[in-house]
């Protein structure tokens, strides 16, 4: 199985190669540039560099959001084109669970944090439960916008210790100091952005489990409206009430 992954849902863009269970190759980058300049030559360094055919490519995942409005529209345009374009499935991979994948069999709760603005953060809590000789990553927390404090509520409730990770982390990691009743850590450098390989991991396993749409039925999961969404819709009830 051979899946081609994606991720422009943060201020990393990653693209990654997976096959079977062995990573072929990774290009991650966060510098500046946008992901519009990025993720195609990117796409193309790795063809290249590994000599890929793209035809032999079984699936495109991509992180399918939460996260910024133009990375995921990015990626997802990108995404759609080479499904088209190869008549290829895509496998949608939730963003905060590829987060989660980086901390594959801890024994700490994992907790994903991007800053959401608004002093919300997408996030999630996940577990990893050893079976049959491998890891599964358990849901406890869906994938969701929500204030710092909420989660941090959560987690306490839970009484475990927990690791944090994602680019929420030094925007909250003050106020983490301050809420936070259970043991925690935060994921070291090489662990705490977005992956392409963990997308392609992920997705490898959802393909499996025939979690798959079509170029045209992929659509990013944004979680809330755009600011300027919110904005329009601000601005039509200031109308009604006039």
Sequence with gaps: MKILALDSSG?????AL?????????YTIQYKKTHSQTL?????EIRDMVELDLNTVDAIAVAAGPGSFTGL?????????????LDKPIVPVPTVEGLAYQMYGTDALVCPIMDARKSQVYTGIYEFIFTENKY???????QCALAFEEIAQAL????????????GVPVFQER????????????????NRQSAACIAALGSLYYAQGKVESGAEHAPVYLRLSQAERERAEGMRRYDYI
Excluded: C, Q, W
């Design 156 to 167: 306490n409730d839970l009484g475990r210790k927990v690791v944090f990770l994602g680019d």
């Design 176 to 191: 983490m100091a301050e809420v936070m009743r259970v043991p925690y850590t935060l994921a070291p450098a090489h662990r």
């Design 11 to 15: 201020l990393v863009a990653s693209a």
């Design 73 to 85: 529209r990015i990626g997802s345009a990108t995404a759609k084109g080479l499904a088209f374009a």
């Design 40 to 44: 195609l030559p990117m796409l193309e």
């Design 136 to 142: 599964d990553m358990r849901v406890i927390k869906e």
């Design 18 to 26: 997976v096959e079977d269970d062995n990573l072929i190759a990774e």
